[in-house]
């Protein structure tokens, strides 16, 4: 039988300047995202993209969205190499993602390619350690859930 998992989070919009929404420029995208079950993780400041009135130093959901797929591969990716006595010593990644808006102002991601950079204990591993990618992208919850391609060019090292 499936276990299933429940997540909740708050938003809070804090980007009301005075007139609430009265016009498109009129109000801040900011918002708080904080942990519903879980106070004691510091809130996440929340915006939209800046070429949608967002501001840079906050977190947008589109950045989100890569950052997860990127989360959720290293964390399946350590736990293979783990299981299978392949020791990583370090491991970066540096995703990317493509969105495609539409005339009508709606749009979709196109792909997330995944840029993980790891470093191995020991360098006769190395074959080995590239192919758990292929399983951690199988096993990865966000990778499953998303209707676009999610790529993975990894660098394996030794250490």
């Not at 950052?67 to 591969?73: F, I, R």
């Amino acid at each position: 039988m499936p276990r299933t998992h429940h997540y909740e989070v708050q938003v809070t919009w804090t980007g009301n300047t005075g007139p609430g929404t009265t016009g498109y420029r009129d109000y801040a995208r900011d918002h708080d995202v904080t942990a519903v079950d879980t106070p004691a993780k510091p809130p996440l400041p929340g915006t939209a993209d800046p070429a949608f009135r967002g501001v840079a130093e906050r977190w947008n959901p589109e950045e989100l969205l890569v950052a997860s797929l990127s989360q959720c591969h290293m964390l399946w990716y350590l736990a293979l190499c783990s299981q299978a006595g392949v020791v990583v010593t370090a491991y970066t990644d540096r995703p990317s993602g493509t969105m495609v808006e539409t005339p009508e102002g709606s749009g979709r991601f196109t792909e997330v390619t995944l840029r993980p950079e790891v470093t191995i204990a020991d360098p006769d591993l190395i074959d080995k350690a590239t192919g758990f990618h292929d399983k951690a992208h199988e096993m990865c919850f966000i990778a499953n859930s998303v209707n676009f391609p999610v790529h993975a060019t990894p660098t394996i090292k030794p250490a």
